[in-house]
């Protein structure tokens, strides 16, 4: 390739990632719940990120190490696992800046040095082999990388970096541009698709002999001073000399040329003497001094810069080659800190200016000593010339730093407002942070601050404003789905309609028939566990009951032997024909049939069956394989007859199982269970083995009938529960129901968790028609899906106005308030429990569930749900099949419990009274229990088996991968075996032959021989609990292998049991279809297939259609075609003459003859009609559907309910495939349909994002994996995988991972569900919000003790003294600003847009930023209408308030380096414009006044800094504390600054930060005090314009602005590049904010027409019309 090819090449890949920026996805890197997943860093982006960083000046290499250990420390503390890869061929992009070679090596040196992370150096570049074979073992989840280099050779590297990683399938996440909270890291993710010889002897000689001079070793920093000052120093010697020679050549004068000379190498020197100075201070200062160092602002000289490029190129060489040094003590603890190119500034600068200007200030003792010592060390290692005295350090007069008017930055004189709290008289305050408040500095009542609070009266008067007026909250304002008082009757049939669709959509998800509830007087819990005893004699009414009982029993056994006589031929002829499907038809008839006897007379007649066939066979097939299904159905039978049967068994009975076992070769078996020799006597010993299974009994049983065998259930019923005999477990749950305690519960996804809850529901249903129960499910899907269940369970006879079940939800609601079980999202409940006129209602509440509570630790929402925790005052159960650490959960709980039960009692006992009367009639009063249980339950009903899909030759095949297949010995010796890594019989029984093969002399070998296992050992029917007993023992002795010397042969194990690597060549999208129809031949649907992103979940569904489709066309013959024709032509005849014929009997009077005329025609339609359809039928292999599932009526009315929707036709045409697809941008009709179809068995391939994970019912009998991403993670592969195989229906689920890396399912086998950590709890308005319900509440003590509930008890301050402390200090921040921005008063009490602020919650701080604009009168210059009295706004307006709008509402950042793109955009403008000029200002204004508030709350927090803590390096430790140099007046001169640095980091003074910088617009988080442990994001500011840490803006997409203008989602796709149904949410979002805006201002606005009021109505109608019509 020649030069332009080579740049032609470079155009185009940077073109290619340009077009892929915009699609990035702003997302968690630590996803939900804190995953920690591995993945690796670019160590070039990262110092290229960090190096731009805006407070760090160049040179100051201390303070560069602090903000990256800043970094990998925040990476770390959120969990993250990654290794820092540097590339050799990356070196040469840096040659253009030498400085910064010696920094990259340093850097690279500490961190394998001093900290504990994986570097990894060897790779030479992105195309190396050894590279490739890294990442096909390590297999990260992605590979952080810049988008933009220091120059534009780095950022090609980085580009060519980007792209190879999508070409071996790695993600890739841009370093630019990420923000980070308390537990996560958000960032933008993009998802796949040597020198000169002479020069080196010199510098080994230099080293060579510094070993000699300092024979007992050193310290880096020491070395690196005194070789690179003598190598440059010789460098530069040669240099000079080399240029003499061509001087020389040219006959100049001589002894210039050389005085010349002379004078340039003192100079250099000179410098070097400095260099050495500035190192010794460095050795000996403490951080803590250093700190206080006055900042330089001159730049160096231009003539020596050619030197300092040299003595860095010197650096690098010697730190590239420090290995030289090896057994040599070399201290190599402070490469972090080698040289201090600002401190050498300082020093310079004294002696240039201010020495020569007559200061003489001594060095002290000890530093004078040190210099010394360097400067003779350089001296003797120079050795070739001489390089004069350390003293005087100058000898020249040349000037080292460019002369400047104000050459020292003055902090002093940088103005810190006035620091103090404003006084407050508040109750609540008081006793939340009364402890800290003694200490803190109050402003006097005079001060200025506090006297200028904000009048909001005079703004009210103004424009007929009452901004203080409660607003409606956000349950008034939700759509009401029926109102509940209209008596109009179409109304009424639509209310009827409704629950018809909700009791048939609930009795899709369970055949439960509902229940009747009526109220009962409560009665004391009776003790259910203990039996009664009998009585000594029954009364005569009970003998009575007892003959009836018995008489109804005897004619119902009649009845079913009946039903079995009538269709025993057909059966047993059928079993004579083809054995398996007639066992299918026998076990159909024995689910229905209840008695036992006639059970166990079927079981007989199959036995007898099976025996007969299974002779037949042995008999026909002489030496040939055996079919053992029949074997395994004869034991299935035995295993039934023995174990639900054992008390009907007659002698006969047991001869003939004796007799089955003896045929199947089990003659120990055989003996235990009929010891006589009766059994095989008509047939001879040696014929036997014809018979014989060839194997023993317990291998046969574990691996052909693992999913068969029998599961422990308990035999005796619970009074409690009709439909089922409910578990140990459920017993217990319902034990806690019963004592009204609280429990958290973890057990897998479908094993029957959910069943405490209905049973909670009965109870408080029972109890009275006043109990509420409230039901929190996380997804809106959810909520539908429990609403329907509980309209399907209950019903009940309630006084007029009330109703059974509600829903709330952000979209609608109804019979919220008036209903006795509420079903809600989290957002929803907590507005009701925050509202203060809601409080009577919030008391009626008896139980609370959080279903899926595993949210706690997620990122949406996540501190909500840890809200409602902590503020019902009722019992709750908290549901989840995924937490790790479910002890710390409820630890938490008890703690908060233990909190109510204290104010329950200081309550005391005149609540109670009062309580008993406000609850209506409630007569009983439960006991309160504060206790909080732990239910685990950790088995599956059906064991999961994992297979791996692989292409070859255009076709897939499947290999079973056995789950030890994930583990390596490191992993079993460090965490043991996962609790959750359980095996099938079949692969416990592979893993005892794996480990029998590959350790000859196992010594336990016999012991654990399956046939010789003590749990298996002689027993006709083994359980399920035997084989994992059993398997237990076997993952025991493994893990022992590994620890007593054996883990080599346990290595060999496990890697005999993974699959050959078998990642998918070959089109993996193509081949989707054909995957889909191996399953159906493998009767492996119905499946879900998880995908994880939204568009390719719709396109893999059409893709399978299409291939139907076409397979239907190429069956289709030529002439049904033409037939279909035709048809369709008579029918258009026989049509015209049906309406010809209405016409003419209309006009004449009845004719008879016409009549048959007209009878005939209509006949002849329906025939045509009926043979179209024949013809144009799908036939049965070209469609998924299951046509008997349901009927065509049923179908319809399924149907009927998306005919309006978006992608209704869409939809409706892929069902009657059996195809659909689910996610989470669908209407939650559409949803609907395909979850019903799917479960009803008619749809049977179904598409899916990760909402189908959360909780949604939808059992199947296989999941597949068809995508990877960075989503699917530990968490989300259990929620989805627990989908596969139906209770009940399947006894065996099958997981398929298809297009996914062996070691990424590995990961995802063997990695822990991540552990739940706490958010950052509170924000401003959530103060706001909860000051709203302290002082308005209508029972003001319940609602501080809320209040206070919320404020004392987040899950992150648990056992965390010093976050309680900080989270104390942000409140007293809030409730600062708040006062001054004129929402509350001294008093704690609300005013001003107090309500408005805290009504748009949703959206911090932008609704601060809205409230202050129309404070402002901003909207009021805005919204002008086209001419004077009229109530229109032109377009232009209207736009510009959709563009203030958008600024605040609607941000979504682009990647800055979008904005270089030469992209076309055909509809969208894309990158939004800034606020209007005048809106801009008003924006600075509030900015800069909130971040002066932040700044003095910061700087009064900074007491609380662990100080010892701050003057260490965070990942490190590396410490810089120490006693401070007092007897050098040289150190105190440059060391003076100690005002304005309080609240900053030393680290960070070290670059000449302070504390005005605070105050600064976008200051780095890691400029403040670390362990305050509060940053800069929990500042309430909206900055307008946005930088990444490279210092370029982020543009923000205008997809709200562009909508408006265009009304198209193909154009937000096409140009804004987002997602459909991601762009159709969040113009829903946009609209719905508007709505609320504009609702809100008229409740607060008298005027009728105050125009700012019509304005945002007309927006709001404008843009929920044009949102309608896509």
Same mark, same amino acid.
């Given at each position: 390739m020649?030069?332009e090819e080579?740049?032609?090449?470079l155009?185009?890949?940077?073109q290619?990632?340009?077009s892929?920026l915009?699609k990035?996805k702003?997302?968690s890197?630590?996803?939900d719940?804190?995953?920690?997943e591995?993945?690796?860093?670019d160590?070039?982006?990262?110092?290229a990120?960090?190096?731009?960083?805006?407070s760090?000046?160049q040179?100051?290499?201390?303070?560069f190490?602090?903000?990256?250990?800043?970094?990998?420390?925040?990476l770390?503390s959120?969990g993250?696992?990654?290794?820092?890869v540097?590339?050799?061929?990356?070196?040469?992009a840096y040659f253009s800046?030498?400085?910064?070679l010696?920094l990259?090596t340093?850097?690279i040196?500490?961190?394998?040095h001093?900290?504990?992370?994986?570097v990894q150096?060897e790779?030479s570049?992105c195309?190396?082999?050894?590279w490739?074979?890294?990442? @096909?073992?390590?297999?990260p989840y992605y590979?952080?990388?810049a988008?933009e280099?220091l120059?534009?050779?780095?950022?090609?590297? #980085?580009?060519f970096?980007?792209?190879?990683?999508?070409?071996?399938?790695?993600?890739?996440? %841009?370093s630019?541009?990420?923000?980070?909270?308390?537990l996560r890291l958000?960032a933008?993710?993009?998802?796949?698709?040597y020198t000169?010889?002479?020069?080196?002897k010199?510098?080994?000689e230099t080293i060579?002999?510094l070993?000699q001079?300092?024979?007992?070793?050193?310290?880096?920093?020491r070395?690196?001073c005194?070789?690179?000052?003598?190598l440059?120093?010789?460098?530069y010697?040669?240099?000079l000399?080399n240029?003499n020679k061509?001087?020389f050549?040219?006959n100049?004068?001589?002894?210039e040329?050389?005085?010349?000379?002379?004078?340039?190498?003192?100079?250099?020197e000179d410098?070097?003497?400095?260099?050495?100075?500035s190192v010794v201070f460095?050795?000996?200062?403490?951080l803590s001094?250093?700190a206080?160092?006055r900042?330089i602002?001159?730049?160096w000289?231009?003539?020596?810069?050619?030197f300092?490029k040299?003595?860095?190129w010197?650096?690098?060489?010697?730190?590239?080659?420090i290995?030289?040094?090896? #057994?040599?003590n070399l201290n190599?603890i402070h490469?972090?800190?080698?040289?201090d190119?600002?401190?050498?500034k300082n020093?310079?600068f004294?002696y240039?200016?201010?020495?020569?200007?007559?200061?003489?200030l001594?060095l002290g003792?000890v530093i004078?000593?040190?210099?010394?010592h360097?400067?003779?060390t350089?001296?003797?290692l120079?050795r070739?010339?001489?390089?004069g005295?350390p003293?005087?350090?100058?000898?020249?007069?040349?000037?080292?730093?460019?002369?400047?008017?104000s050459?020292i930055?003055?902090?002093s004189k940088e103005?810190i407002?006035n620091?103090?709290?404003?006084?407050m008289?508040?109750e609540?305050?008081?006793k939340?942070?009364?402890d800290?408040?003694?200490?803190l500095?109050?402003?006097k009542?005079d001060d !200025?601050?506090v006297?200028?609070l904000? =009048?909001q009266k005079e703004?009210?008067?103004l424009?007929h404003w009452h901004?203080?007026r409660p607003?409606?909250d956000?349950?008034?304002?939700t759509?009401?789905?029926?109102d509940?008082k209209?008596?109009d009757p179409?109304?009424?049939?639509s209310?009827?309609?409704?629950?018809?669709?909700q009791?048939?959509y609930?009795?899709s998800?369970?055949?439960?028939s509902p229940?009747v509830?009526?109220?009962?007087?409560?009665?004391?819990?009776s003790?259910f566990?203990v039996?009664k005893?009998?009585k000594a004699?029954?009364?005569?009414?009970e003998?009575i009951?007892?003959?009836?009982k018995?008489r109804?029993?005897?004619?119902e056994?009649?009845k079913?032997?009946k039903k079995?006589n009538a269709?025993?031929?057909?059966?047993?002829?059928?079993?004579k024909?083809?054995?398996?499907?007639?066992?299918?038809n026998?076990e159909?008839f024995?689910k229905?049939?209840?008695?036992?006897?006639?059970?166990?007379?079927v079981e007989?007649v199959?036995?007898?069956?099976?025996l007969?066939?299974?002779?037949?066979?042995?008999?026909?097939k002489?030496e040939?394989?055996?079919?053992?299904s029949?074997?395994?159905q004869?034991? =299935?039978?035995?295993?039934?007859?023995?174990?639900?049967?054992?008390?009907?068994?007659?002698e006969?009975?047991?001869?003939?199982?004796?007799?089955c076992?003896?045929?199947l070769?089990f003659?120990?078996l055989?003996?235990?269970l009929y010891p006589?020799?009766?059994?095989g006597?008509d047939?001879?010993?040696?014929?036997m083995d014809?018979?014989?299974?060839?194997?023993?009994?317990v291998?046969f049983?574990?691996?052909y009938?693992?999913?068969?065998?029998i599961?422990? @259930?308990?035999?005796?019923?619970?009074?409690r529960v009709?439909?089922?005999?409910?578990d140990?477990?459920?017993r217990e749950l319902?034990?806690?129901v019963?004592?009204n305690?609280s429990?958290?519960?973890?057990a897998?996804t479908?094993?029957?968790?959910t069943?405490?809850?209905?049973y909670?529901?009965e109870?408080?249903l =029972?109890?009275?028609?006043?109990?509420?129960?409230?039901?929190v499910?996380?997804t809106?899907? %959810?909520v539908?899906q429990v609403?329907a269940?509980v309209?399907?369970?209950f019903?009940?006879?309630?006084?007029n106005?009330?109703?059974?079940?509600?829903v709330?939800?952000?979209?609608?609601?109804?019979?919220?308030?008036?209903?006795?079980v509420?079903?809600?999202?989290?957002?929803?409940?907590?507005?009701?429990?925050l509202s203060?006129?809601?409080?009577?209602?919030?008391k009626?509440i008896?139980?609370?569930i959080?279903?899926?509570?595993h949210?706690?630790?997620g990122e949406?929402?996540?501190?909500v749900?840890?809200?409602l925790l902590?503020?019902?005052?009722?019992?709750?159960l908290?549901?989840?099949?995924t937490?790790?650490?479910?002890?710390?959960?409820?630890?938490?709980?008890?703690?908060?419990?233990?909190?109510w039960?204290?104010e329950d009692?200081?309550m005391?006992?005149?609540r109670n009274a009062?309580?008993c009367?406000s609850s209506h009639k409630?007569q009983?009063?439960m006991k309160?229990?504060y206790k909080?249980?732990?239910?685990?339950?950790?088995?599956?009903?059906?064991?999961?088996?994992?297979?791996?899909?692989?292409?070859?030759?255009d076709d897939?095949? #499947?290999?079973h991968?056995h789950p030890c297949?994930?583990?390596?010995t490191d992993?079993?010796?460090k965490?043991?075996?996962p609790s959750?890594?359980t095996l099938?019989?079949?692969e416990t029984i592979?893993l005892?032959?794996?480990m029998?093969?590959?350790w000859e002399?196992?010594?336990?070998a016999?012991?654990l021989?399956?046939e010789?296992?003590?749990?298996?050992?002689n027993?006709i029917?083994?359980?399920?609990?035997?084989?994992?007993?059993y398997e237990?023992?076997?993952?025991?002795?493994?893990?022992?292998?590994?620890k007593?010397?054996h883990?080599e042969?346990?290595?060999?194990?496990?890697?005999n *049991?993974?699959?050959d690597?078998v990642?998918s060549?070959?089109?993996t999208?193509?081949?989707?279809p054909l995957?889909v129809?191996?399953?159906r031949?493998m009767?492996?649907?119905p499946?879900?297939?998880?995908l994880?992103?939204?568009?390719?979940v719709?396109?893999r569904?059409?893709?399978?259609?299409?291939s139907l489709?076409q397979k239907?066309a190429?069956k289709r013959?030529?002439?049904?075609?033409?037939?279909?024709h035709?048809?369709?032509?008579?029918?258009r005849?026989v049509k015209?003459?049906?309406?010809?014929q209405?016409?003419?009997d209309?006009k004449s009077?009845?004719?008879?003859r016409?009549?048959?005329?007209r009878?005939i025609?209509?006949?002849?339609h329906t025939n045509?009609?009926?043979?179209?359809e024949?013809? %144009?039928?799908i036939?049965q292999?070209?469609?998924?559907?299951?046509?008997?599932?349901i009927d065509t009526e049923?179908l319809?009315?399924v149907?009927d309910r998306?005919?309006?929707?978006?992608?209704g036709?869409?939809l409706?045409?892929l069902a009657?495939?059996?195809i659909?697809?689910?996610h989470?941008s669908l209407n939650?009709k559409e949803k609907?349909l395909v979850?019903i179809?799917f479960?009803k068995?008619f749809?049977r391939?179904v598409?899916?994002?990760?909402?189908?994970?959360?909780g949604?019912n939808?059992?199947c009998k296989?999941v597949?994996?068809?995508?990877?991403?960075?989503?699917?993670?530990a968490l989300?592969?259990?929620q989805?995988?627990?989908?596969?195989?139906?209770?009940?229906?399947?006894?065996?689920?099958?997981?398929?991972?298809f297009?996914?890396?062996?070691?990424?399912i590995?990961?995802?086998?063997?990695s822990?569900?991540p552990?739940l950590r706490?958010q950052?709890?509170?924000?401003?308005?959530?103060?706001?919000r909860?000051?709203?319900?302290?002082?308005?509440?209508?029972d003001p003590?319940?609602a501080?003790?809320?209040? *206070?509930?919320?404020?004392k008890h987040?899950l992150?301050s648990?056992?965390?003294?010093?976050?309680t402390?900080?989270?104390k200090?942000?409140f007293?921040?809030s409730?600062?600003f708040?006062m001054?921005q004129?929402?509350?008063?001294?008093?704690?009490k609300?005013?001003?847009f107090a309500g408005?602020?805290?009504?748009l919650h949703?959206?911090?701080?932008?609704?601060l930023?809205?409230?202050s604009?129309?404070? =402002?009168g901003?909207?009021?210059n805005?919204c002008?209408?086209?001419r004077?009295?009229?109530k229109?706004?032109?377009?232009?307006?209207?736009?510009k308030?959709?563009?203030?709008l958008?600024n605040?509402?609607?941000?979504?950042l682009?990647p800055?380096?979008f904005q270089?793109?030469?992209l076309?955009?055909y509809q969208s403008?894309?990158f939004l414009e800034?606020?209007p000029?005048?809106?801009?200002d008003?924006?600075?204004e509030y900015?800069?006044?909130?971040?002066k508030d #932040?700044?003095s709350f910061?700087?009064?927090?900074?007491?609380?800094a662990?100080?010892k803590?701050?003057?260490?390096? !965070?990942l490190s430790?590396?410490n810089?504390?120490?006693?401070?140099?007092?007897?050098s007046?040289l150190?105190?001169?440059?060391?003076?600054?100690?005002e304005?640095?309080?609240?900053i980091?030393?680290?960070?003074?070290l670059?000449?930060?302070?504390?005005?910088d605070?105050f /600064?617009?976008?200051?780095p988080n890691?400029v403040?005090?670390r362990?305050?442990g509060?940053?800069?994001?929990?500042a309430p500011?909206l900055w307008?314009k946005i930088?990444?840490n /490279?210092?370029?803006r982020?543009p923000?997409?205008?997809?709200?602005?562009?909508f408006y203008k265009?009304g198209?989602l193909?154009?937000l796709?096409?140009?804004n590049r987002?997602n459909?149904?991601?762009a159709?949410?969040?113009?829903?979002d946009?609209?719905?904010?508007?709505?609320?805006?504009?609702?809100?201002?008229?409740?607060?606005?008298?005027?009728e027409?105050?125009?700012?009021?019509l304005a945002?109505?007309?927006l709001s109608?404008?843009?929920?019309?044009k949102?309608?019509?896509v």
């Open positions: 020649g030069l080579h740049m032609m090449f155009e185009k890949m940077s290619l990632i340009m892929a915009p990035a702003h997302s890197l630590f996803n719940f804190v995953e920690s591995f993945f690796l860093i160590g070039d982006s990262l110092l990120t960090c190096i731009c960083e805006k760090l000046k040179g100051q290499q201390l303070h190490f602090y903000v990256i250990e800043c970094y990998l420390m925040d770390i959120k993250g696992q990654f290794a820092i540097f590339f050799k061929d990356a070196e040469y800046f030498p400085e910064l010696p990259r340093a850097f040196l500490h961190l394998q001093n900290t504990t992370i994986d150096t790779f570049g195309l190396s082999q050894g490739k074979s890294f990442i @096909e073992d390590s297999y590979l952080m990388v988008d280099g120059n534009h050779l780095q950022t090609h590297l #980085f580009n970096l980007i792209i190879q990683s999508w070409a071996i399938k790695v993600n890739v996440v %841009l630019s541009g990420q923000t980070s909270n308390i958000y933008y993710l993009m998802p796949s698709m000169n010889q002479t020069f080196f010199e510098a080994c060579s002999l070993k001079l300092w024979p007992e070793g050193s310290d880096i920093r070395v690196l005194v070789t690179s000052c003598s440059s120093l010789r460098m010697h040669h240099f000399e240029r061509t001087i050549d040219q100049t004068d001589i002894q040329v050389e005085s010349n000379c002379l004078n340039m190498m003192q100079e250099m410098l070097c003497k400095l260099h050495c100075l460095l050795l000996h200062l403490p001094q250093r206080c160092a900042f602002t001159s730049h000289a231009k003539n020596i810069q050619t300092l040299m003595k860095k010197c650096e690098y060489f010697i730190l590239s080659n290995n030289i040094f090896e #057994f040599w190599l490469l972090c800190d080698l040289s190119e600002l401190l050498l020093i310079a004294y240039e200016n201010e020495n020569v200007e007559g200061l003489h001594n003792d004078m000593k040190d210099y010394e360097l400067w003779n350089v001296s003797k120079v070739k010339f001489s390089v005295k003293f005087p350090l100058r000898t020249t007069k040349l000037s080292f730093l460019e002369k400047s008017p050459p930055k003055d902090t103005n407002p620091l103090g709290f404003i006084p008289s508040c609540l305050v008081d939340f942070v009364g800290i408040l003694k200490d500095p109050f402003l009542s !200025p601050v006297t200028s904000v =009048k703004f009210d008067e424009v901004s203080h607003l409606s956000d349950y008034d304002r759509k009401c789905q029926f509940e209209s008596r179409r109304f009424l049939r209310v009827q309609k409704y629950h018809v669709f009791r048939f609930g009795s998800l369970e055949s439960v229940k509830v009526v109220t009962q007087a409560v009665k004391p819990k003790n566990s039996p005893n009998k004699h029954e009364t005569k009414a003998i009951t007892r003959e009836n018995k109804l029993l005897a004619k056994e009649q079913e032997e079995w269709v025993s031929f057909s059966i047993e002829e059928e079993m024909e083809n054995l398996i499907s007639g066992i299918k026998l159909d024995l229905s049939c209840k008695s036992n006897s006639v059970k166990f007379r007989m199959a036995l007898t069956a099976c007969k066939a299974w002779k037949e066979q042995c008999r026909g002489g040939s394989t055996k079919d053992l029949i074997a395994v004869m034991m =299935k039978r035995i295993h039934s007859l023995m174990e639900r049967y054992p008390e009907l068994l007659q006969a009975d047991q001869q003939l199982i004796a007799r076992l003896k045929y070769g003659d120990e055989t003996s235990s006589t020799q009766v059994v006597d047939i001879k010993e040696k014929k014809k018979y014989s299974v060839g194997m023993g009994p291998r049983q574990l691996q009938m693992g999913h068969y065998l599961r422990d @259930e308990r035999k005796d019923p619970d009074p009709q439909d089922f005999i409910p140990t477990w459920q319902l034990d806690v019963d004592n305690e429990a958290v519960i973890v897998p479908s094993s029957g968790k069943y405490a809850s209905y909670c529901m109870k408080v =029972k109890e009275s028609n006043e109990g509420v129960v409230v039901y499910a996380p809106k899907a %959810l539908n609403a269940t309209q399907s369970r019903t009940k006879n309630l006084p106005g009330e109703a059974l079940c509600g709330f939800t952000r979209d609608y609601r109804h019979d919220a308030l008036n209903c006795q509420l079903i809600t999202v989290p957002a929803c409940f907590e507005i009701l429990l203060p006129h809601r409080q009577a209602w919030v009626r008896r139980y609370v959080f279903d899926e509570v949210c706690l630790g949406i929402g996540a501190e749900w840890e809200h902590v503020m019902i005052r009722c019992p709750f908290a549901l989840s099949a937490i790790s650490n479910p002890e710390h959960l409820t630890e938490w709980l008890q703690s908060v419990k233990r909190y039960k204290q009692n200081t005391g006992k005149n009062g309580y009367a409630y009983f009063r309160e229990s909080v249980r732990l239910v685990l339950y950790g088995e599956r009903y059906n064991d999961l088996e994992k297979h791996i899909c692989s292409i070859t030759h897939i095949y #499947f290999d991968f297949a994930a583990l390596t992993h079993i010796e965490y043991g075996f959750d890594l099938s019989p079949r592979q005892y032959d794996t029998f093969q590959f002399s196992w010594p336990r016999q012991e021989d399956p010789k296992s003590i749990h298996c050992k027993k029917v083994i359980k399920k609990l035997d084989a994992r007993k237990e023992s076997l993952k025991a002795e493994l893990t022992s292998w590994i007593n010397g883990a042969e346990a290595k060999m194990v496990l890697r *049991l993974s699959p690597s990642f060549s070959g089109n999208v193509k081949m989707f995957l129809e191996k399953l031949k009767e492996k649907l499946a879900l297939f998880f994880f992103n939204l568009g390719d719709e396109e569904a059409l893709s399978v259609r299409t489709e239907q190429e013959s030529l002439k049904a075609d033409k037939e279909a035709d048809v369709t032509n008579k029918l005849k015209k003459s049906i309406e010809k209405k016409t003419i209309e009077q009845k004719n008879p016409k009549m048959d005329q009878l025609h209509e006949a002849e045509l009609l009926r043979t179209l024949k013809n %144009l039928e036939p292999e070209c469609t998924y559907a299951n046509q008997k599932a049923t319809q009315m149907f998306v005919k309006f929707t978006r992608k036709e869409e409706k045409a009657r495939r059996g659909g697809y689910h989470s939650f609907q979850e179809l479960r068995g749809i391939v598409t899916a994002t990760g909402t189908l994970a959360l949604i939808m059992p296989s597949v994996f068809a995508q990877n991403s960075v989503y699917l993670d989300n592969y259990r989805m995988s627990g989908r596969a195989g139906r209770r009940g229906q399947d006894l065996m689920g099958d997981v398929y991972f297009d996914i890396p062996l070691p990424k590995g990961k995802l086998i063997k822990n569900v552990e706490g950052f709890p509170l924000s401003i308005t959530l103060v706001l909860l000051m709203l319900l302290a002082s308005k509440g209508d003590e319940d501080k003790a809320k209040v *206070l509930s919320v404020l987040s992150l648990f056992k965390q003294p010093r976050v402390e900080m989270l200090l942000y007293l921040f409730l600062q708040l001054k004129g929402y509350l008063d001294q008093e704690g609300l005013m001003g408005l602020v805290s009504h949703y959206h911090e701080p932008s609704n930023v809205f409230v604009f129309l404070v =402002k901003l909207f009021r805005l002008q209408p086209t004077k009295g009229s229109d706004f032109s377009q232009d307006v209207m736009e308030l959709v563009l203030v958008a605040l509402f609607g941000r979504r682009l800055a380096k270089d793109t030469t076309k955009f403008k894309v800034d606020l000029e005048d809106f801009n008003a924006l600075h900015n800069m006044n909130v971040t #932040f700044a910061l700087l009064s927090v900074s007491k609380l662990d100080m803590q701050e003057y260490q390096l !965070p430790k590396i810089f504390t120490g006693k401070e140099c007092e007897d007046q150190v105190s001169h440059l060391m003076n600054c100690k304005g640095r309080v609240a980091s030393p680290f960070a003074c670059s000449g930060n302070s504390d005005g605070l /600064q617009p976008n200051t890691h403040i005090l362990t305050i509060i940053n800069h994001t929990q500011v307008s930088f990444d /490279q210092g370029r982020m923000l997409n205008a997809y709200a602005l562009d265009h198209s193909t154009g796709v096409q140009d987002m459909e149904g991601t159709y949410e969040l113009l829903k946009f609209a719905l904010t508007i709505r609320s805006i504009s609702v809100s201002l008229r409740e607060l606005c008298e005027n027409d105050d125009n700012v009021v945002f109505e007309q109608e404008t843009f929920f019309e949102l309608n019509q």
